[in-house]
């Protein structure tokens, strides 16, 4: 069973703070994806990784994908509170065909203004 | 219409009530997903569709009934739930064929048992 913990669970940080969240597993991924989620609505694709060490740039916010494709961080620059959501990790299995996502199990964010 | 829609988007039945849940997704996807998300549980899948046919049940109880008439449209059918039940449902739909999967949700229904 491939399993994907995220740290912290739980971050509530001043606006203008820098963050960074953790996404990791025992599992090689074929790709890897993270998701924010607002109160009362479905989770929305931010970005996806493929490539061992690949680093994706979204305005303030940077994704890595790790080297052995394990794990991932998500880092946010200057944080607004706009930012504010839950966040969630993804990882898609090697398996070709297989499409199915392992979730993680997420990091509620809280910017204070 | 755009996206994936989900209907209604709130729902509250008595244990003893049948409803459904519909999900319709308008980007030529060609399978689709519902999931369970619990407060403090991971996101849990339930079904998969891919064209049309139930390729994953994730030993979903069988009073939870999916449908899918077309590559369009999922419904979830709901049948003498459990107050447990209760949940945001959220349905997914995505292009199959490739290494990405990338998922796009829908709003979600947040069901309530009574």
């Known amino acids: 069973t491939q399993l994907l913990e995220q740290s912290p669970q739980f971050l509530s940080i001043q606006e203008g703070e820098n963050l960074t969240v953790y996404c990791n597993s025992s599992?090689?991924?074929?790709?890897l994806q993270w998701y924010r989620q607002e109160p009362g609505e479905g989770p929305v694709l931010l970005v996806t990784?493929?490539?061992?060490?690949e680093v994706k740039k979204l305005k303030r916010l940077t994704f890595q994908f790790g080297d052995a494709r394990k794990d991932s961080s998500l880092h946010i620059t200057a944080a607004q509170p706009g930012d504010t959501g839950l966040y969630l990790c993804?990882?898609?299995?090697?398996?070709?065909?297989?499409?199915?996502?392992?979730f993680g199990t997420g990091t509620r964010l809280t910017i204070i203004p | 219409e755009t996206g994936v829609t989900q209907t209604p988007r709130h729902l509250v039945m008595g244990m003893t009530n049948k409803k459904s849940l519909k999900c319709e997704q308008h980007?030529?996807?060609?399978?689709m997903y519902w999931y369970k998300q619990s407060a403090k549980k991971p996101l849990e899948l339930m079904f998969v569709?891919?064209?049309?046919?139930?390729?994953e049940n994730n030993s979903v109880p069988s009073r939870f009934s999916p449908e899918c008439p077309n590559s369009s449209h999922l419904f979830l059918h709901l049948h003498t739930l459990q107050p447990e039940d209760s949940a945001l449902y959220l349905c997914?739909?995505?292009?199959?064929?490739?290494?990405?999967?990338?998922?796009?949700f829908g709003p979600g229904t947040r069901l309530t048992v009574t």
């Open positions: 599992s090689v991924f074929s790709s």
């Open positions: 997914a739909s995505s292009q199959t064929g490739g290494p990405l999967y990338e998922q796009y």
């Open positions: 980007l030529g996807h060609n399978a």
């Open positions: 569709y891919n064209f049309k046919e139930q390729t």
């Open positions: 990784v493929v490539t061992g060490g």
């Open positions: 993804a990882g898609a299995g090697t398996n070709f065909g297989n499409e199915k996502l392992t």
